[in-house]
């Protein structure tokens, strides 16, 4: 079992609607939770972060975290083409000490106009 | 704040030479990190630092990959006798002081990309 999973996708979405990426992690005492989107040939960059359990909301972003389930999510509403990139989930696993990113493959996203 | 810079952008070389790359952190950031990612994955975690000290490396880090961080600031990462798979984009980024363990938030710089001939 992979310790991030996404669907590689792609994800396609129609503009103005709702996408929504998934995550799994494997470690249960997991304890920093990030979403960074990187285009087509770029670095990564943050997008949000969550440490607790429920909804954390930041304009047109909400993240999600279940640590029962080892799911996190993210919403984006009202999608736009500049929306359009590969989202990568990062989990912080407490096994390496806190301070190791496990990144998962990411999730690419097609938002149509 | 100029962002993580990263030197150089792009870098050919042939099998078996060696190759080294730098990195500059967000000035004050005391964590530095390097990744390594090739098409359609995720940063892969190759080792980090907390001031000077490196203190995690990766197990897929070969003995050829090593990395120093001098005096606390910028970072050179060395990759001796290259091999073919070792074509990849490489990440570093920084984190600032502050905060607990496990609630670090990374900037990344633009990455070199590693070309192996």
């Known amino acids: 079992q992979k310790e991030v999973e996404q669907n590689s996708g792609p994800l396609s979405v129609p503009e103005g609607a709702i996408a929504s990426l998934n995550c799994t992690y494997s470690?249960?005492?997991?304890?920093?939770f990030f979403w960074y989107r990187q285009y087509s040939g770029k670095s990564p960059e943050l997008i949000m972060f969550?440490?607790?359990?429920g909804d954390k909301e930041d304009g047109r972003f909400t993240a999600q975290l279940n640590k029962a389930s080892q799911y996190v999510s993210l919403l984006i509403r009202d999608s736009q083409p500049s929306d359009s990139a590969t989202y990568l989930c990062?989990?912080?696993?407490?096994?390496?000490?806190?301070?190791?990113?496990?990144f998962g493959a990411g999730t690419r996203l097609f938002v149509k106009a | 704040d100029t962002g993580v810079s990263q030197d150089p952008r792009h870098k050919i070389t042939k099998r078996g030479q060696n190759v080294t790359f730098r990195c500059d952190p967000i000035?004050?950031?005391?964590?530095l990190y390097w990744y390594r990612q090739t098409l359609g994955q995720g940063p892969e975690f190759l080792t980090y630092?907390?001031?000077?000290?490196?203190?995690?490396k990766s197990r897929l880090l070969s003995d050829r990959f090593s990395a120093e961080r001098p005096k606390g600031s910028f970072s050179t990462l060395e990759i001796q006798r290259t091999e073919q798979g070792d074509s990849a984009m490489y990440l570093c980024?920084?984190?600032?002081?502050?905060?607990?363990?496990?609630?670090?938030?990374?900037?990344f710089g633009p990455g070199t990309r590693l070309t192996v001939l």
């Open positions: 990062a989990v912080n696993p407490r096994n390496t000490g806190g301070f190791k990113t496990i």
């Open positions: 000035s004050e950031h005391n964590r």
């Open positions: 470690d249960r005492g997991s304890q920093s």
């Open positions: 969550i440490y607790s359990n």
């Open positions: 980024a920084s984190s600032p002081r502050g905060g607990s363990v496990g609630t670090d938030t990374q900037y």
């Open positions: 630092f907390q001031n000077e000290a490196q203190l995690e």
